[in-house]
Nanobody, 124 residues
Framework: QVQLVESGGGLVQAGGSLRLSCAPSGLTFSRYTMGWFRQAPGKEREFVAAISGTGSRTNYADSVKGRFTISRNNAKNTVYLEMNSLKPEDTAVYFC?????????????????WGQGTQVTVSS
């Protein structure tokens, strides 16, 4: 059974930093593109960042470019999202997701497995 477990969320002041982690189990981690998405109250789920199976390619939403960094450690079966210069508008539940058979994608429907999410709250 595949499970994706996120951790690292919390409450932080604007301008602060957080690092999210996601540790999938039940799948061959290096074969999967991994993505981070977020959903704020009353809004649709939106793409944040994605990284290819080898880690050689990444993609970011314009709203987080230069502030967030996605990375992965295939030896530890973990993907990370380093978030710096956080803004109140970054407040959301953050989800990690795994996609097999795609190089890299921002489309939620292309992802096969999803975590339960971790709350990130940025106070002004």
């Amino acid at each position: 059974q595949v499970q994706l477990v996120e951790s690292g969320g919390g409450l932080v002041q604007a301008g602060g930093s957080l690092r999210l982690s996601c540790a999938p189990s039940g799948l061959t981690f290096s074969r999967y593109t991994m993505g981070w998405f977020r959903q704020a109250p009353g809004k649709e789920r939106e793409f944040v960042a994605a990284i290819s199976g080898t880690g050689s390619r990444t993609n970011y939403a314009d709203s987080v470019k230069g502030r967030f960094t996605i990375s992965r450690n295939n030896a530890k079966n973990t993907v990370y999202l380093e978030m710096n210069s956080l803004k109140p508008e970054d407040t959301a539940v953050y989800f990690c997701a795994a996609a097999l058979g795609v190089v890299i994608t921002s489309i939620p429907d292309r992802y096969d497995y999803w975590g339960q999410g971790t709350q990130v709250t940025v106070s002004s």
